[in-house]
């Protein structure tokens, strides 16, 4: 059982420059979720979907942040003008809605992302 | 809105002892989870135990188990028979059906040989 992964696991940009992570849940898994984590945080919630609908965005998700899960599948996370803000591990989850483990999201290893 | 505190922002044990880690949490819905993630240094974040608020028996998964008391609404997670690779950041976590998960700010577990 394959289980979530995210590429690429580290990112330097410098600030302004575009960014774009993937996210490869697990195969049957219809939820995806991204999360954000800054040293010694725990993670914030960011969007998720369902499928390929987006069906919540949290209002970190600043109109530079732009999320994609075309036909379901994986997911794609992209921050437009990088800022040193954005600094962070992003962390990608996925879940069975229903059945005896539903509700329970599985993390991937997560992209760290360094702002220059 | 849900919030998720831990009070604890550093905890320390011996090896084969046992250490309690706590977690209260505070939401208006009835139909809810909570959930114990482990996160080793620069290391993935692992579940450790789910429990859901329907269920009155506490969950437990081998050398780990829970305290559920819903009408405190806390949720702390006992480690027994404690081992070096326990040692980790615990985070705990609650989740309304359908929803998000919404995390505390973390644990620091030490394991001391």
């Known amino acids: 059982d394959t289980g979530v992964s995210q590429d690429p696991r580290h990112k330097i940009t410098k600030r302004g420059q575009n960014v774009t992570f993937r996210c490869d849940p697990i195969?049957?898994?219809?939820?995806l979720y991204w999360y954000r984590q800054t040293l010694g945080q725990g993670p914030e919630f960011l969007t998720y979907?369902?499928?390929?609908?987006?069906?919540?965005k949290s209002r970190l998700l600043s109109d530079r942040f732009s999320a994609e899960r075309p036909k379901g599948s994986f997911s794609t996370l992209e921050i437009q003008r990088t800022e040193q803000g954005d600094s962070a591990m992003y962390l990608c989850?996925?879940?069975?809605?229903?059945?005896?483990?539903?509700?329970?999201?599985?993390f991937g290893p997560g992209t760290r992302l360094l702002v220059l | 809105a849900q919030t998720v505190t831990q009070s604890q922002p550093e905890m320390s044990v011996q090896e084969a002892e046992t250490v309690t880690l706590s977690c209260t949490y505070d939401t208006s819905e009835s139909d809810y989870y909570l959930f114990w993630y482990k996160q080793p240094p620069s290391r993935q974040m692992i579940l450790v135990i789910r429990?859901?608020?329907?269920?009155?028996q506490n969950a437990t998964e081998n050398r780990f188990s829970v305290n559920f008391q819903k009408a405190a609404k806390s949720f702390s997670l006992k480690i027994s028979d404690s081992q070096l690779g326990d040692a980790a950041m615990y985070f705990c976590a609650y989740k309304a059906s359908g929803s998000r998960l919404t995390f505390g700010e973390g644990t620091q577990l030490t394991v001391n040989p």
């Open positions: 195969s049957e898994h219809n939820r």
């Open positions: 989850a996925s879940s069975l809605e229903m059945g005896p483990k539903g509700e329970t999201q599985y």
């Open positions: 429990q859901e608020a329907y269920k009155q």
């Open positions: 979907f369902q499928n390929e609908a987006q069906l919540e």
